[in-house]
């Protein structure tokens, strides 16, 4: 579904990322993981065409992203808070994504009603512009709504972070449930290696922008990558 | 202490990511200025000098008149455009900083307002002129402080009002009516304010009364500040009670109903949308300079007029389509939105404002019919031709708009790219000189429908004009989205 094809972007002198193959397949759900700095956002802005890359491109389905619109039909993606409106309600918001995705109030209504637990009774009704909520509900606002019309692709970046612990966990299920019972692909980056290897069956580890490991999950793959980062301040502070 | 501070602003100045605009938009602040300081020097002289040969009455009496109305105005005006210096604050609330000086530093931030030291320009010389012309020293020295020391007062009664508009808008409403009865000497508060500042100068002990006042307004008001020095008073925004809504009428209308539905949303629940909206109301009443100077009762000056009276809101808000959306361009660009639905819905607000304003400018009528249809002429070709050509300037538009920033953003201009200026011409000249030329030769109904037409023409071309912004829109896509990062 999506392909990166030499993929790389350099600001100024510096060279933040350079891929030269990754594909990822219908209906998988894949983590991707590294440090800050990594270019974990980066690869995020190229695939949703808000930056321009300095060599390669990405595709989405055959449809290269920066020259075609199409992808946009297919992916919800929730990065950081400008992919909120502040001034608008959540139920606000929700129709509005609804709408451009050809969903009707009554659908996304009944869409929203599976979210009242992971919701907890703060978001909906609780007569709050998306500004004045709080930075974790506003991310469950971004999340749900990368979700609304059920997009082919749903990229989510860090969704873990800012989260209570009970609604990481809450997320977690989501996102399992969600992958479990649709052909949905998940592209989901997190710094937190213990949940991205519970939810996801594929891990891409970038480091310094460059691509190390692309390993599918086992049970022993969340020791493997917290040796991998171990390692990686050792080699660090030589 | 303040050192350290000027140095901060200093470096948020010139790190600041639209520096260039910034300093663009500063020099011309700053030439502005330097021009508003030689008018006011000029007002001393004419307010001294115009009394006492024209009207051949002293001035110093004839002054004291207008001092009453002179202090509320500068109040009205300061609350509307005088920034607060709250922002910026909360980073050195848990510093080592003692929270007296970070109050008195504020204080005195709003003393480095224009408001606050540029009447100065005013008052300073016309001191210089009475004592040149004679009059008591300790007399002038008196008069003149009091109206110095009041104006400060102003300053904190500035702050102390802050957020409270309904008191503004009363005290506003009050000035106007008091100015209406005093013209009609059924009340007359010239008279009080009169014999009030001539007791100044008559008994120059009496300055000690201002003096007190404005000590206590100091006292008051850094207690008013010291005590809402709180996150949850305050520094911050008020958290108003959100209200799901929409216009329902426009659900039947599709996404484009649903675009305007978003933009009505925001004009209500932002400041700076806000502010910007109630700005261009006031746009309404820019006929009225036509009665200051003659230059402005020529044809072409009269259209220049029209353009504003019914455009107000086209070009206060169409600059700033999609400035607007700065905050979220990132969800825009990667939904699928329609972009010509988006201009359309735009345009639809900025047509409907247009076509209100040219029934409101009725008003005009009474000065003249005339008038009202050179108005009529450019409310027309605003339709047809500008709402578009400034959807277009927009697009090369790019500041960023903060949607919550306490919204007094009348008084920055933020555009002088050169495209814009280059667009100029089609918005404005050229109406201009088909109005102009055409009411010379074939007279003012001539001169309408000429302006008419080519309204007409731009309307029935709008869609392909649409299709080339659009086209625009995704050119520039990527500089956009990095330029609306930055604040």
């Not at chain 2, 202090?71 to 607060?84: K, S, T």
């Not at chain 2, 210089?128 to 008591?136: A, K, Q």
């Not at chain 2, 102003?154 to 702050?159: K, S, Y």
């Not at chain 2, 169409?318 to 359309?344: A, C, H, I, W």
């Amino acid at each position: 579904m999506i392909t990166i094809n030499n993929l790389s972007k350099v600001y100024e002198t510096k060279k933040v990322l350079s891929i030269e193959n990754l594909d990822f397949h219908k209906g998988q759900t894949i983590g991707l993981v590294g440090n800050n700095g990594a270019g974990k956002t980066t690869l995020f802005s190229l695939i949703l065409d808000l930056i321009e890359p300095t060599s390669g491109y990405v595709s989405i389905d055959q449809e290269k992203v920066n020259q075609s619109e199409n992808w946009k039909n297919k992916v919800g993606a929730f990065i950081d808070e400008t992919f909120l409106i502040g001034y608008l309600t959540p139920e606000e918001y929700f129709y509005f994504l609804g709408e451009l995705r050809g969903q009707s109030k009554a659908n996304v209504d009944e869409f929203l009603k599976n979210f009242n637990d992971f919701f907890n009774g703060e978001i909906l009704n609780a007569k709050k512009y998306i500004r004045d909520l709080s930075k974790g509900n506003m991310k469950k606002v971004g999340i749900i709504g990368a979700l609304i019309g059920t997009p082919a692709i749903i990229i989510l970046d860090e969704p873990f972070a800012n989260l209570d612990p009970s609604t990481q966990i809450k997320l977690k299920n989501l996102i399992r449930d969600w992958s479990q019972n649709s052909d949905s692909t998940f592209l989901i980056s997190s710094h937190d290696l213990a949940h991205t290897t519970e939810v996801c069956e594929r891990i891409v580890v970038i480091n310094k922008g460059e691509l190390v490991r692309d390993i599918q999950t086992s049970p022993e793959t969340l020791r493997d990558l917290e040796q991998y980062f171990a390692d990686q301040v050792l080699v660090n502070t030589l | 202490m303040l050192q350290r501070f000027i140095k901060l602003e200093f470096k948020s100045f010139f790190r600041s990511s639209s520096l260039a605009t910034n300093i663009i938009v500063k020099i011309f602040q700053l030439l502005g200025m330097l021009y508003l300081l030689m008018m006011f020097v000029f007002v001393a002289f004419g307010a001294f000098y115009f009394p006492k040969k024209e009207l051949h009455v002293d001035p110093m009496p004839f002054i004291s008149r207008f001092l009453i109305y002179w202090l509320v105005a500068d109040l009205f005006l300061r609350y509307f455009f005088q920034q607060m210096p709250t922002q910026n604050i909360k980073p050195f609330l848990t510093m080592n900083i003692k929270k007296n000086t970070l109050v008195n530093y504020m204080i005195s931030k709003t003393f480095s307002s224009f408001f606050s030291w540029g009447g100065l320009f005013i008052y300073i010389p016309l001191l210089g002129i009475l004592l040149y012309n004679g009059y008591s020293i300790e007399g002038s020295f008196s008069w003149i402080f009091t109206i110095i020391i009041l104006i400060f007062c102003n300053n904190f009664l500035n702050v102390l009002l802050n957020g409270k508009d309904i008191v503004v808008w009363i005290v506003g409403a009050v000035l106007v009516l008091a100015a209406g009865l005093d013209y009609y000497k059924i009340i007359s508060l010239s008279s009080i304010s009169e014999l009030l500042f001539m007791k100044f100068y008559q008994h120059w002990w009496l300055i000690i009364v201002p003096i007190l006042l404005m000590i206590v307004g100091f006292m008051i008001t850094k207690k008013y500040i010291a005590g809402n020095f709180y996150l949850d008073k305050g520094l911050e925004m008020k958290q108003e009670v959100g209200k799901t809504e929409s216009i329902q009428f426009l659900n039947h209308y599709g996404v484009l109903g649903t675009f305007i539905n978003n933009d009505i949303r925001m004009i209500k629940r932002s400041k700076a949308a806000k502010s910007i909206t109630m700005g261009s109301f006031l746009f309404l009443f820019y006929g009225l300079l036509m009665f200051s100077s003659p230059i402005y009762q020529t044809p072409y000056m009269e259209l220049f007029m029209g353009l504003f009276v019914t455009g107000g809101f086209l070009f206060m808000f169409g600059q700033r389509v999609p400035s607007f959306d700065s905050s979220y361009y990132p969800l825009m660009m990667t939904l699928n939105v329609p972009y010509k639905e988006y201009l359309k819905a735009k345009w639809w607000m900025i047509v409907s404002a247009v076509a209100v304003s040219m029934v409101l400018a009725i008003g005009y009528a009474f000065v003249s019919w005339d008038l009202y249809f050179t108005f009529l002429a450019a409310g027309l070709y605003n339709v047809g031709v500008n709402s578009q050509i400034v959807l277009l300037s927009g697009a090369y538009n790019k500041n960023p708009v903060d949607l919550n920033a306490r919204g007094k953003t009348l008084g920055k201009k933020n555009n002088f790219s050169f495209k814009s200026i280059i667009l100029m011409l089609p918005q404005m000249v050229l109406p201009m000189a088909v109005f102009a030329g055409t009411k010379y030769m074939f007279g003012t109904t001539a001169a309408v429908a000429s302006l008419g037409v080519l309204g007409l023409i731009g309307f029935l071309l709008r869609e392909k004009f649409f299709d080339f912004i659009v086209k625009l829109y995704k050119k520039e896509k990527y500089s956009t989205i990095k330029a609306f990062k930055g604040n």
